[in-house]
């Protein structure tokens, strides 16, 4: 399995940025995805990248606002935020697997960092 672990999470007010990055193993041939859960909800696709970069995919919540990418030769995957509104609190999770947005894609995870918008 592919060990991940985020960072970058924290507050932020409401319109700020915030950048996630995942720094993993080895990602050899996984896609990549972020999901996030709020409290009391389950956990959702947030966004998800090839392994080449060259397909991304964005939950409608998100789409024009976040930026998934990733550098193949750091094995480092990263979520750029923008806009950031109070629905956007919820803890990030980095995932490695097949390219798709739902969970049963994904065979590892990472702990998660929090990330929490003030209004």
């Known amino acids: 399995q592919v060990q991940l672990v985020e960072s970058g999470g924290g507050l932020v007010q409401a319109g700020g940025s915030l950048r996630l990055s995942c720094a993993t193993s080895?990602?050899?041939?996984?896609?990549m995805g972020w999901f996030r859960q709020a409290p009391g909800k389950e956990r959702e696709f947030v966004a998800a990248i090839s392994w080449t970069g060259s397909s991304t995919s964005y939950s409608s919540s998100v789409k024009g606002r976040f930026t998934i990418s990733r550098d193949n030769a750091k094995n480092t995957v990263s979520l750029q935020m923008n806009d950031l509104v109070p629905e956007d609190t919820a803890v990030y999770y980095c995932?490695?697997?097949?390219?798709?947005?739902?969970?049963?894609?994904?065979?590892?995870w990472g702990q998660g960092t929090q990330v929490t918008v003030s209004s």
């Open positions: 995932a490695a697997g097949a390219y798709g947005i739902s969970e049963d894609y994904f065979g590892s």
């Open positions: 080895g990602q050899l041939g996984y896609a």
